[in-house]
């Protein structure tokens, strides 16, 4: 079952389409530093949940770009996704079932935890 994209989430297989075409969004990894030491996405920049608050304002080059955030599951990055749309992020999206998804859907041989 494939889900469908909103205006709030996109799909593993949808990011990888988007990153095939050349239309990669910015990809910001929210996981603690371990477990990015574990699978991490190519070309994603890393700033841990916890962080995000006091360094929200890194990522100001891309508040008018499309902006996909990340975990292991998606839920932690579903918060972080809204953190920063309440922040005046305009093209937020959270990635959908999180590295998790990624490996299932995308890259069977990454490492799994």
């Given at each position: 079952?494939?889900?469908?994209?909103?205006n709030?989430?996109i799909t593993?297989?949808?990011?990888k389409?988007?990153i095939?075409?050349g239309?990669?969004p910015f990809i910001?990894?929210?996981?603690?530093?371990?477990?990015?030491?574990?699978?991490?996405?190519?070309n994603?920049?890393?700033?841990p949940?916890?962080?995000?608050?006091?360094r929200?304002?890194?990522?100001?080059?891309?508040k008018?770009?499309?902006?996909?955030?990340y975990?292991?599951?998606g839920?932690r990055s579903?918060?972080?996704?809204?953190?920063?749309?309440?922040k005046?992020?305009k093209?937020v999206?959270?990635?959908?079932?999180?590295?998790?998804a990624?490996?299932d859907?995308v890259?069977?041989?990454?490492?799994r935890y």
């Amino acid at each position: 079952m494939d889900a469908k994209t909103t205006n709030l989430e996109i799909t593993a297989r949808e990011l990888k389409d988007r990153i095939d075409q050349g239309n990669a969004p910015f990809i910001l990894d929210i996981r603690e530093p371990a477990e990015v030491g574990i699978c991490a996405l190519n070309n994603g920049s890393h700033i841990p949940m916890q962080q995000l608050p006091e360094r929200f304002q890194e990522l100001n080059d891309y508040k008018d770009k499309d902006l996909v955030v990340y975990c292991h599951f998606g839920g932690r990055s579903a918060k972080c996704a809204e953190f920063l749309r309440a922040k005046g992020y305009k093209s937020v999206l959270n990635l959908t079932g999180g590295i998790s998804a990624w490996t299932d859907q995308v890259d069977p041989n990454m490492p799994r935890y």
